[in-house]
């Protein structure tokens, strides 16, 4: 049996050290989940495996034998495989052709592309992964769950002993996330060594054999999926125990933030709800069901057909985006790497980008206040950095949300919508948040949570709009507020 | 200090390298190069160029590009020089020029910004609009016997130093405290960095689009009417191919066509280095055929010491 190991792996970046003395090890024919906070090292051990970076210290080895890998093609003949979590794809090429590109040595007769060939194996190839679409057909045509196969599909083709997966279903339905795990489980079976990195635990105890998690840097423990629970891998993982998942406050609602009425727009219809001040409302429903669309009503994106919205006792007509922050209505939107944040740019400027005219005299910038405005949110959101000059694109995905909540809070909004606040975020960072709701419940303030993780929209929200098909279907309060009544309204029924 | 030495490693560091080995190498080639005549010749020289390519760095840090200027300094001259034989005050006729200067930029921001087009096709088409515009109103020829008050502009000097260097400096200096110390210079790099986030804080992005190339409009007309006075008459044909040395000057000064990364200081050095090499290969008698050749294995030389850095990300 073909063993990996990695002993003593210690890497560090300009001084910082960010691996010290890993182990970590897998088997053919095994499944080991790699559990860690965002910032916890499990993407640099990836790299130094797949030859990307060299470790400092440590040695890896393969049977036995010791290795060095040296660039990515290293790793490559050794057979070691990587599906990254950003799709590496053509999307205006064919399904065919993205298996053909970095490998036109086998398809090639006397200089031309056999496409007969070429159709033949990767249909072959597709069906061994139940993909059942035309190997000709644009990429751009196959849902993120059959790009994600076609990925995979890749790396199959060259002879993989060991793969990594990183966040593989992150983007994937849950039928699709099935698939997926029939595909891990025949890999297995074929004498396969899979290393699987999530977020989401469930996951884990379905396809790992073993759960190795890293903290800080460094290896804290490897244990068998069958002898463990969630509670203990998620306070070997964040350091401490974590009492409650979802920390929900009681509090007692004030008067009428915000009401809208009937509104009506491209997407939405006959959409009515109220926030208070003093209360988190969450707004959910399943994918495509309008939900960010009415945050985008909300925050003056899309334009109103009918309908108008109320804030205390004042009507609203939102133009732009500009419009309803000076109104005190601001989005967290759910993309924050395209929507959120300007990530060349340091988290002192991203921070004060809306607010830039307030820190400001006569048009001039004052400099003085934009850093301490800075080091205001850096400090209330324990954003982990060393300097507030720091590019937020070398932050962690935890980090950069909260960077893109501070430069919102900067505004002093009156309601914060937060669309999927806590997606492919850690543990950790997810309590920071859920805390910091709660706190601006208790300062008053109106919070509209929309999320698709539905424990989470169930424990953390006072109460739930559940939508469908791009309008309200119902209310859900107190007792009421139980995943069985949610999906009966999400689906177009009655509570 | 360590801040600015850190700044000039981020950003500056392949062009300004390479317009110190271009001075070292022509002032030991040639002993007429490191005289103050001489430099003082070469800032005089890049003065036209480097006002068209401040506007076009605006341009270019909003991911746009302007492709008009080369015309719409033509067209500006024109109007100037045409104002000033009628007997206009030429201060008048330089104000009215640049009018029409911001209002042909405008007439590019509308398009880019809100009927939402590509600045490339865009200026494209106003580049042939505007240079057609310019010999309909020349009539194909140029305009001579402008006022010597006029003349005095581009040829005048004032503490040894060429007018139109003074003025160079002063734009440089204004568009730097635009840039790194207002809400406007700031929301400009935010446009060019994801205009997505940028529209969704709330910045009027498309009224900044049109204020780019306003800008970079009323820069080339500036650029215009000190061509005029220097060569004394206004040719309709004036700066065409200008909106190229342009782009090269942005370019080699390190600021990306993809937008919201690039200083105003590399534009500068990148017109020094264009106007370097101009220069030295003039003081060196290479023969003109040469010439263009040797500049351009020289740009992509310095392309190539600035893109080093960021290949190794």
């Known amino acids: ?495 | 200090m360590q801040r600015i030495i850190s700044a000039i490693k981020r950003y500056h560091l392949g062009p300004l390298i390479g317009l110190v080995i271009l001075i070292f190498i022509l002032s030991f080639a040639t002993a007429k190069f490191f005289t103050f005549g001489n430099l003082r010749n070469v800032a005089l020289q890049i003065s036209v160029n480097a006002l068209i390519a401040v506007g076009m760095t605006f341009v270019i840090l909003t991911a746009g590009i302007d492709l008009s200027v080369g015309s719409t300094l033509a067209l500006s001259a024109a109007i100037a020089a045409q104002l000033m034989v009628g007997h206009i005050n030429p201060w008048l006729a330089g104000g009215a020029a640049l009018f029409v200067g911001g209002l042909a930029g405008a007439l590019n921001g509308v398009f880019v910004a809100y009927a939402g087009l590509a600045p490339f096709i865009v200026t494209l088409g106003t580049m042939t609009l505007f240079r057609g515009l310019t010999e309909i109103y020349t009539n194909g020829m140029p305009i001579f016997n402008l006022p010597r008050a006029f003349a005095g502009f581009g040829t005048g000097t004032f503490l040894a130093i060429p007018i139109p260097v003074w003025v160079m400096a002063l734009v440089f200096a204004a568009a730097w405290v635009v840039l790194y110390r207002t809400t406007a210079g700031r929301r400009v790099y935010a446009i060019g960095g994801n205009e997505r986030v940028a529209f969704l804080a709330g910045v009027p992005v498309k009224r900044y689009l049109v204020g780019v190339y306003v800008v970079s409009g009323i820069l080339a007309s500036l650029a215009g009417i000190i061509l005029a006075s220097r060569l004394g008459s206004a040719e309709p044909t004036a700066g065409v191919g200008y909106e190229l040395d342009a782009i090269t000057a942005v370019v080699l000064g390190g600021t990306s066509l993809m937008g919201g990364e690039g200083t105003l200081i590399g534009t500068l050095i990148g017109a020094l280095i264009l106007g370097t090499i101009d220069n030295g290969l003039n003081l060196l008698n290479v023969n003109s055929f040469y010439q263009d050749a040797v500049k351009g294995l020289i740009i992509l030389a310095a392309i190539m010491l600035d893109r080093k850095k960021s290949a190794g990300r």
């Open chain 1, 1 to 495: 049996m073909a063993q990996l190991e990695m002993k003593g792996i210690s890497k560090a970046f300009s001084g910082v050290k960010v691996l010290q003395g890993v182990d970590f090890q897998v088997g053919s024919g095994e499944v080991v989940a790699l559990l860690g906070e965002n910032g916890a090292g499990k993407s640099t051990l990836m790299k130094i495996l797949t030859g990307v970076y060299q470790a400092d210290e440590g040695q890896i080895s393969i049977d036995g034998e010791a290795r060095v890998l040296r660039t990515i093609r290293d790793a490559q003949d050794l057979g070691i495989g990587m599906i990254y979590q950003e799709l590496n794809l053509f999307s205006n090429l064919s399904v065919a052709e993205n298996f053909l590109i970095g490998r036109e040595g086998k398809f090639k007769t006397l200089g031309f592309v056999n496409y007969p060939l070429l159709y033949e194996k990767v249909s072959a190839t597709m069906e061994s992964l139940n993909l059942n679409r035309n190997p000709k057909e644009r990429l751009s045509d196959l849902s993120v769950g059959e790009q994600q196969l076609v990925e995979i599909g890749k790396s199959l083709q060259q002879e993989v002993r060991f793969l990594i997966m990183d966040e593989p279903t992150s983007a994937l339905s849950k039928g699709e996330t099935d698939r997926l795990f029939e595909i891990v489980h025949a890999l297995k079976a074929k004498g396969v060594g899979i290393i699987y990195i999530s977020h989401r635990l469930e996951e884990l105890f379905r396809v790992a054999d073993r759960v190795t998690v890293l903290r800080d840097g460094r290896f804290i423990a490897t244990v068998p999926t069958e002898e463990t629970t969630e509670r203990e891998l998620v306070s070997l993982m964040v350091g401490r125990d974590i009492a409650e998942r979802y920390p929900h406050e009681q509090s007692s609602p004030g008067e009428s933030i915000l009401r809208a009425e009937k509104l009506k727009t491209l997407a939405i219809r006959d959409v009515s709800l109220e926030i208070k001040g003093g209360e988190i409302v969450g707004l959910g429903g399943l994918m495509g069901s309008g939900r960010t669309e009415v945050a985008r009503a909300l925050s003056g994106i899309d334009s109103l057909q009918s309908g108008r919205i109320v804030m205390e006792g004042r009507i609203l007509h939102l133009r732009s985006p500009a419009s309803a922050i000076r109104s005190g209505i601001v989005l967290v939107t759910e993309d924050r790497k395209n929507e959120g944040l300007l990530l060349p740019f340091t988290i002192r400027e991203n921070l004060a980008l809306p607010t830039l005219s307030q820190r400001s005299r006569l048009g001039f910038i004052r400099r003085q206040a934009e850093g301490m405005n800075a080091q205001e949110w850096v400090g209330k959101l324990r954003i982990k950095t060393h300097s507030v000059e720091q590019a937020t694109e070398n932050l962690s995905g935890g980090n950069q949300q909260k960077v893109v909540i501070g430069k919102w809070l900067a505004c002093k909004p009156k309601l914060l919508i937060l669309d999927e606040p806590t997606r492919g975020i850690d543990v950790g960072a997810k309590q920071e948040i859920y805390q910091l709701m709660n706190r601006l419940k208790l300062e008053g303030r109106a919070v509209l949570m929309i999320s698709s993780d539905l424990p989470e929209l169930l424990g953390m929200s006072d109460r739930v709009y559940v939508m469908h098909e791009g309008t309200i279907q119902g209310e859900l309060q107190g007792r009421e507020m139980q995943q069985e009544a949610f999906m009966r309204l999400a689906t177009g029924g009655e509570v």
